[in-house]
């Protein structure tokens, strides 16, 4: 008969399974030697992961940065925002990023000075469109050539 005890390992601090054989004292009382925790080997990184994931993943992380800043740039010239300290760096990133597109759209002056620019919208729409296109490509690639799919 085989006992199992739950142990943590002590380098991932995960729980491990070990089984152990009782053995009996001169008392007759069970006892379970200690054992050492059955360590699997583990690679550096999850399994199936190749740079083409890491590069998915990087893209997605670039795509998520230029949609927060050029977003925040939409709302903070949306609401009029003072242009200073936090909102001035942003609309500076902003206008940078959405500088290419600046002709395309007339920016719409609403009550006062609020300007509703749909540069900033393109910018946020084309770098999620951009970055979908791109993973698309890379995903394709990485599955490789299979052949023609079954009918």
Do not use: K
């Not at 951009?130 to 023609?148: F, Q």
Request: glycine letters at 10%; aromatic letters at 8%; proline letters at 7%.
């Amino acid at each position: 008969m085989m006992i199992t005890q739950r142990v943590r390992d002590p380098e991932t601090g995960e729980p491990v399974a070990t089984e152990t054989e009782p053995t009996t004292t001169l008392t007759g009382r069970r006892v379970v030697a200690a054992a050492p925790p059955v360590v699997a080997y583990r690679p550096a990184r999850p399994a199936g992961w190749t740079a083409g994931h890491l590069f998915i993943r990087l893209v997605w992380l670039v795509v998520g940065v230029i949609d927060a800043i050029v977003g925040l740039d939409f709302v903070f010239r949306l609401i009029a925002a003072r242009d200073t300290g936090f909102a001035h760096v942003i609309m500076v990133a902003g206008s940078t990023l959405a500088s290419p597109f600046d002709g395309i759209f007339a920016s719409v002056p609403r009550f006062s000075n609020l300007t509703l620019q749909w540069s900033d919208l393109l910018v946020f729409l084309l770098a999620i469109a951009g970055g979908w296109v791109l993973t698309g490509l890379v995903a394709l690639a990485m599955r490789g050539s299979r052949g023609p799919a079954p009918v």
